[in-house]
């Protein structure tokens, strides 16, 4: 730039010309630039905030058109896949980041054929259908909800059967105008509002400043919206004054964006100068009105084009540039701005990555991010916190530790900080339980470090992490610990575990029993000192376990500590580290001295019943264990909002619960556990449901079906006998690992005695099902063990040995057969033989039963105190007054005490001391009309048919949920009514 004449000589010479007019010069020269520039730039920081919220709400509608066309494409897919779960599915389009608050599907007519979530308000008004040209593009429309009337809006998109529609979430465009209408340091109080309007001018959503005044009414926005131009700045009059306005279009769903201001407020400085100036400088105007117009001039226009210049860097613009001033001072102040404009340019750059690097690694670490105050406030954090404490972002910040703590909490919380505040130094591994916005507690871990800004210290920040699930699997390892401490000790099989080079490391106490030596002697030899044939064993048993990796029911003889040798069974297996590196040998010793050796078949069953009772008991402890969490689950679902993030995962996790009670249907499949549930099915159907069920996961296996024509009926337990279909489809898969031929064929059968006496079952007519595969065979050797339990010819990731073994128990249970026919390279047949019944099919209820509640008294009888407690929560939670026993004898005390008050008994099978058989008896000894609901981890079959034969009123299968626990009891209180 130019260096020009000096401002102060005109200054000088301007003030001794004019010594009596100074003030009123400046004066009106400050009025006129402080209004124009005042005016401009309101004007221009409105039209920018207005483009800018137009800008932001098209980027958040955007997705939605590809959410609508997700959804569309179900939606068409569900016509062709009648039962397809298609709430579930709009369900997962919400939770993907839509803009919406709710998705329908509807029909040409307007008619709701499905939403999500399944409690969204109704909505009424404008029917999208059949309103597009283009039907692959969405397009906004208005809506009114059925109650209250409140206007809305959405987005559609048509199929071939409908329409799509999305009602818009109005959260974030409300979160976005609040900015705008948040008063800031540099505003002038009252009135600032942004709203959004719809195409008619109806408003969607708006934010206006607090103490704003009276607020303008929805017919004044429109009023508003209906003579403003398609874009840009303007002024009109809104609830009878006049305001400073701003109009930007939303591009993606033709709506406006208005931000608008009061005239009075933006020019409230202007006019307190104003009055000022009149009341001080009345003569002074009137001498110095001719001077004015030429002076004002003359300073004034620098001053405006360094104004333009200041407001362009204002706007962003650092690329603007300045016309060199007239005056030297002038010229040097524009050389600092421009100077000052390129610095601020690269330091926003600078800040700008800065800030993205940061934000991209906060939103990158699953752990959570806090920033805090001296007080203890949230002042910054990352999405992951707010996942953990159940809040939005608005609602955590600013809020204290003593909001989401219980005072102990809270306590230990600010010492930690008061700590770190005084010592200066980080604090790590922090533990605190605190208390979500749903009332939930969750323990965290946390870090803690002082914040220091030039010197001073402002704060804290840190990492949190929930820990809520490590702390519960740690009590479990703790208890599953002590647990296999107990088995170990309490074992009277003796196990042994030995380095690689033989020496004793580990033994139990029952070693002692076995051969009279404590476990302390025992670890001061190597193990083959106890082998009757010393190293021949011990190198025999070295190469099984190389060989194979384990030795099962090896019998040996070992020496005892008095001399004298013993039989023993043993099975042994290598122990390995973490890394799977073997360090010694593990061997379980059992006193097989005095056992017979039985017949082969004899034998078999004696293995089967023993595993059996083994199963059993295992499955009606597990149901025990899964009715607690079953029953906690169901209650959790009752009362989360299904928006709720909890809510989700309590389903996961009644989900993973059913996994688990289908676990104790296979071991009491194994354990000839019984039916669940006897009833006439006709086995093509049965057959062709489950070949199809299959035949959806397997594309690569190609089935083929042949069935008989006017096929018996057969009384089954539809569940166990699908159980038994796809355990002999999916073993028929994994023989044909590169795809083959699976035939099914179903046929009557006439069986006689002859064929019928080794199975232990009579003759007479069956339906035959016969499963073949063109997979890779058996040997006879492995056909004859097929169906023991554990026993596996696969990988051990890829089965556990119970599925054959669980399908021949069923069949057992059923008075049925299971046959397998085989040869290596030819595939394989499996058989079901399944006794004709003289009744007529029942067609499978699909209709899930409903929670309906009741005011009736119930005794609850269970030994169990989780179950007792969950249940009785249950109860009460369906309405029901609920008294509880532990036992048999104070199921009784009870009931003669308060026997006229109690509507319903529900009886638990299985107790020590006084059974359920004979608890039933003695309740109907008191009152013979009793009505008792019997509940077992075990099945209906054995003991409970005994007890329901005796006139018990009803039977639920644990684990059961509420609905099912609300249909059994319903279906016996409202019997006979």
């Known amino acids: 730039m130019m260096a020009g004449k000096s401002y102060r000589t005109l200054l000088v010479a301007h003030g001794v010309l004019w010594s009596m007019l100074p003030l009123l010069v400046l004066g009106l020269a400050t009025l006129a630039v402080t209004t124009s520039f005042l005016e401009n730039e309101i004007a221009e920081r409105n039209r920018l905030a207005a483009e800018h919220l137009a800008s932001q709400t098209s980027q958040w509608m955007e997705p939605g058109e590809e959410i609508l066309a997700r959804a569309a494409a179900l939606a068409e897919e569900a016509k062709s ?20 608050s709710t998705l329908q599907i509807q029909d040409g007519a307007g008619n709701i054929l499905c939403k999500a979530p399944p409690g969204a ?102 009023t508003l ?47 307190k100068l104003q009055g000022l100036f009149a009341m001080g400088v009345p003569a002074t105007l009137v001498s110095a009105l001719a001077v004015s117009v030429w002076l004002t001039g003359r ?82 954090f ?45 604090a790590t591994g922090v533990e605190r339980r605190i208390v979500t916005k749903a009332g939930q507690k969750r323990d965290i871990e946390l870090s803690i470090s002082l914040i220091v800004e030039n010197g001073k210290k402002t704060g804290f920040r840190g990492i949190v992490r929930e820990v809520t699930e490590r702390r519960a699997m740690e009590a479990e390892l703790k208890k599953t610990k002590s647990f296999l401490q107990n088995i170990m000790e309490s074992s009277k099989d003796a196990i042994v575990s030995t380095d690689l080079a033989g020496n004793i490391e580990f033994a139990t106490p029952s070693i002692q ?38 030795l099962t029911n090896h019998e040996m003889q070992l020496r005892k500590k008095d001399g004298s040798l013993m039989d023993v069974n043993l099975s042994a297996s290598f122990l390995r580290n973490e890394r799977g590196e073997t360090i010694g040998t593990l061997g379980v010793l059992r006193d097989v001295t005095y056992a017979k050796r039985l017949e082969a078949h004899l034998q078999h ?119 038994v279909l796809l355990n002999l489809f999916v073993n028929a898969w994994q023989a044909m690992p590169g795809g083959g031929v699976l035939l099914i064929e179903t046929s009557n059968v006439e069986l006689d005695e002859e064929y019928t006496r080794p199975f232990g079952v009579a003759p007479g007519l069956f339906a035959k099902i016969a499963v073949t595969d063109t997979g890779c065979g058996m040997d006879q050797e492995t056909c004859a063990r097929v169906f023991d339990p554990f026993f596996t010819t696969k990988e051990k990731s890829r089965g556990t040995g119970l599925g054959l073994a669980s399908a021949y128990g069923i069949m057992k249970n059923h008075n049925g057969i299971i046959t397998v026919k085989s040869e290596p390279g030819k595939g394989s047949t499996f058989t079901l033989y399944i006794p004709a019944s003289r009744s007529r099919a029942v067609p499978a209820e699909t209709r899930a039963p409903e929670a309906r509640k009741g005011r009736e008294t119930v005794l609850m009888v269970d030994d169990e105190k989780m179950v007792l407690e969950v249940s009785a929560q249950m109860l009460k939670a369906l309405g029901y007054k609920t008294l509880t026993a532990r036992s048999g004898p ?88």
């Not at 916190?385 to 230990?412: K, P, V």
């Open 605 to 723: 069953a004696q293995k089967m019943e023993a595993i059996g009772t083994l199963a059993g008991g295992v499955a009606h402890d597990f149901n025990n264990l899964l009715m607690g969490i079953q029953g906690y689950v169901s209650l959790m679902l009752m009362d989360l909002d299904p928006k709720d993030p909890q809510h989700d995962r309590a389903k996961k996790i009644g989900q993973q619960v059913k996994s688990g009670a289908a676990l104790t249907r296979q071991l009491l499949g194994v354990a000839r556990g019984g039916k669940y549930e006897i009833k006439p099915k006709d086995p093509n159907e049965l057959v062709a449901a489950t070949a199809e069920m299959f035949g959806r996961t397997r594309k690569e296996i190609h089935i083929e079906t042949r069935y008989g024509k006017d096929l018996t009926t057969v009384d089954v337990d539809r569940g166990q006998m699908e159980q």
């Open 299 to 380: 300073l004034t226009r620098p001053f405006k084009a360094l104004s333009g210049y200041a407001t362009r860097l204002a706007m962003g613009d650092y690329d603007a540039r300045l016309a060199p001033p007239a005056y030297t001072e002038l010229n040097i102040l524009a050389r600092d701005l421009e100077a000052m404009a390129e610095a601020i340019r690269l330091r926003e750059n600078a800040l700008r990555d800065s800030e993205e690097r940061y934000r991209t690694i906060l939103d990158g670490i699953e752990d959570a991010y806090y920033e805090t105050d001296l007080s203890g406030n949230l002042t910054f």
């Open 890 to 977: 104070e199921a009784v005390e009870v009931f003669k005490a308060r026997g006229d008050e109690i509507d319903l008994v529900i009886l638990d099978m299985i107790m020590p001391g006084m059974s359920g058989e004979e608890t039933y008896s003695r309740l109907r000894r008191i009152r013979a009309d009793v009505k008792v609901l019997l509940c077992s981890g075990y099945s209906i079959r054995g003991q409970a048919s005994e007890i329901l034969s005796k006139g018990c009123n009803g039977f639920v299968q644990k684990p059961f949920d509420v609905p099912i626990l609300s249909a059994a009891l319903r279906e016996v209180l409202d019997k006979g009514e």
């Open 81 to 100: 896949r009648p039962g397809t779960d298609l709430a579930a599915s709009l369900d997962l389009l919400l939770s993907s980041g839509a803009p919406f």
């Open 513 to 550: 029993d076995l051969l009279g030596y404590t476990p302390k002697e025992m670890r001061s030899n190597k193990v083959g000192h106890y082998y009757s044939k010393g190293r021949e064993d011990a190198v025999f048993i070295m190469r099984a376990l190389k060989r194979s990796g384990g």
């Open 225 to 271: 919206f209906t003579n403003a131009p398609a874009r840009g700045v303007f002024t009109a009059r809104l609830g009878g004054a006049p305001v400073l306005a701003a109009l930007a279009p939303v591009p993606a769903a033709g709506w406006s964006v208005v931000v608008a201001m009061p005239a009075s407020t933006a020019m409230a400085p202007v006019q």
């Open 121 to 222: 308000p109704e909505t009424s008004g404008e029917t999208p259908a059949g309103a597009w040209t283009d039907r692959n593009s969405a397009r906004v429309f208005s809506f009114a909800f059925k109650e209250g009337g409140w206007p809305g809006p959405g987005m559609a998109r048509p199929f071939s059967g409908g329409v799509v529609v999305g009602l818009l979430d109005l959260e974030r465009p409300r979160v976005l105008l609040a900015r705008f209408a948040k008063p800031g340091p540099d505003t002038a109080s009252g009135g600032k509002g942004a709203f959004l309007l719809d195409a008619r001018g109806n408003v969607v959503a708006q934010a206006r400043e607090e103490g704003a005044g009276a607020p303008w009414t929805r017919d004044d926005l429109k």
């Open 382 to 426: 990352n999405d992951s916190l707010c996942d953990i404490f159940g809040y939005s972002g608005r609602e955590l910040l600013g809020m204290n530790n003593r909001e989401y703590t219980d005072r102990e909490n809270a306590r230990r919380t600010f010492e930690a900080f008061n700590r770190v505040y005084r010592t200066g130094r980080p």
